[in-house]
């Protein structure tokens, strides 16, 4: 076969060296050999010495000597769509981590959908039309089938949770204030009060103002978390009538039945 035929084909050559102290270094050099036959006997013969090209380049070449087609990126790729991912994945990934859709119920549609609404809570706090509307801007409606959802089916959803409230709270508290987890038994408990300038607020009412707003209506807010960190119970409290020394510690009536012994 004449010398200027046959196949090319891109070799890596490793070199390894010791100095005088003992440290070994290693050269690398890229080639471009030509492979024929001479004969009965097949050679190589180096074509180029490619070592000083980017390894973009040789990774280029080597696969069109491969006979891998290569196009520019964007020529023939069209994107008809992007939705944002990482947000989404990251928050539902912790979420799994700690056992929310276990805790919220069986699997069914509107575990779905209230899990989709609490982990949308993370993400882009809005209001749940507001929510609705951009599940099908991110991978979330996807993920959870529920991009298609209605309002009727949430505001469904929110009464399914409803109506579970009371047994995920015992649960939690049998998580979070057990003797393993909190052997003291002793649940702190956070009274955050505000005043509200509207008029259509159900749990708004008129009593004492830690805010000193006397002229506005007062919602009360309560938080109960567990020892280390980490608010797990937030519910409304009734608006008490002016007192002197207000105490968050008279609020029994608000504590789940989950034989809590101790508030501070």
């Known amino acids: 076969m004449p010398r200027n035929q046959g196949k090319a084909h891109v070799v890596r050559v490793k070199k390894t060296h010791v100095d005088k102290q003992g440290k070994q270094r290693v050269y690398q050099s890229v080639l471009l050999r030509r ?23 040789i990774a280029a070449l080597e696969a069109t000597l491969k006979g891998h087609s290569l196009v520019p990126a964007g020529q023939e790729v069209t994107v008809l769509r992007a939705l944002p991912h990482g947000h989404v994945a990251a928050v539902a990934a912790m979420a799994r981590q700690l056992g929310l859709p276990a805790l919220l119920g069986s699997p069914c549609r509107s575990r779905d959908l209230v899990y989709g609404l609490i982990v949308s809570r993370v993400i882009h706090p809005a209001s749940k039309l507001s929510t609705l509307s951009r599940w099908a801007d991110c991978t979330l409606g996807a993920d959870l089938q529920i991009a298609g959802a209605s309002t009727d089916e949430i505001y469904a959803a929110m009464d399914w949770l409803s109506d579970r409230q009371d047994g995920i709270e015992k649960r939690l508290a049998a998580k979070h204030l057990g003797p393993e987890a909190n052997p003291s038994r002793m649940a702190l408990f956070d009274l955050t009060s505000s005043w509200v300038t509207g008029r259509h607020c159900q749990l708004a009412k008129r009593g004492y103002s830690r805010d000193r707003k006397k002229a506005y209506r007062k919602s009360n807010t309560g938080c109960s978390p567990t020892l280390p960190a980490g608010r797990w119970r937030c519910g409304s409290l009734p608006v008490i009538p002016p007192i002197r020394s207000p105490s968050p510690t008279s609020w029994r009536s608000s504590a789940p039945a989950s034989g809590w012994i101790g508030w501070c």
């Open 35 to 57: 492979t024929f036959r001479d004969g009965p006997k097949v050679r190589n013969e180096t074509v180029a010495n490619l070592s000083m090209l980017p390894e973009a380049a």
